[in-house]
């Protein structure tokens, strides 16, 4: 059966840096694109990074260059390394997978899977 399972997320203060993982069993995550989505209470769950199969990325415009994401295939996880973290990245995270083509792979609706999610809060 296929399962993600987030970790890593916690509080942290504005400019301080978190790092979450998406372990992945069930399945060979290689083969998958994966993605990192957040929900902000009372907001629309948005997509964050994204890494399809074949390794090529998506990311949205409010986390370039404080974001990345990985892969480690030998593990079967994603990890999302999160920098100069700001109030307003504050959000349950969730990672998800699917078989998709490469290309775009940030549009939530396209995934099946999720994981239960992560809490990051950015506060001091």
């Known amino acids: 059966q296929l399962q993600l399972l987030e970790s890593g997320g916690g509080l942290v203060q504005p400019g301080g840096s978190l790092r979450l993982s998406c372990a992945a069993s069930?399945?060979?995550?290689?083969?998958?694109?994966i993605g990192w989505f957040r929900q902000a209470p009372g907001k629309e769950r948005e997509g964050v990074y994204c890494?399809?199969?074949?390794?090529?990325?998506n990311y949205a415009d409010s986390v370039k260059g404080r974001f990345t994401i990985s892969r480690d295939n030998a593990k079967n996880t994603v990890y999302l390394q999160m920098n100069s973290l700001a109030p307003e990245d504050t959000a349950v995270y969730y990672c998800?997978?699917?078989?998709?083509?490469?290309?775009?792979?940030?549009?939530?609706?396209?995934?099946?899977?999720w994981g239960q999610g992560t809490q990051v809060t950015v506060s001091s």
């Open positions: 998800a997978a699917d078989l998709l083509p490469p290309g775009s792979c940030l549009i939530a609706s396209w995934y099946d899977y």
């Open positions: 069930g399945f060979t995550s290689d083969y998958y694109a």
């Open positions: 890494i399809t199969s074949v390794g090529s990325t």
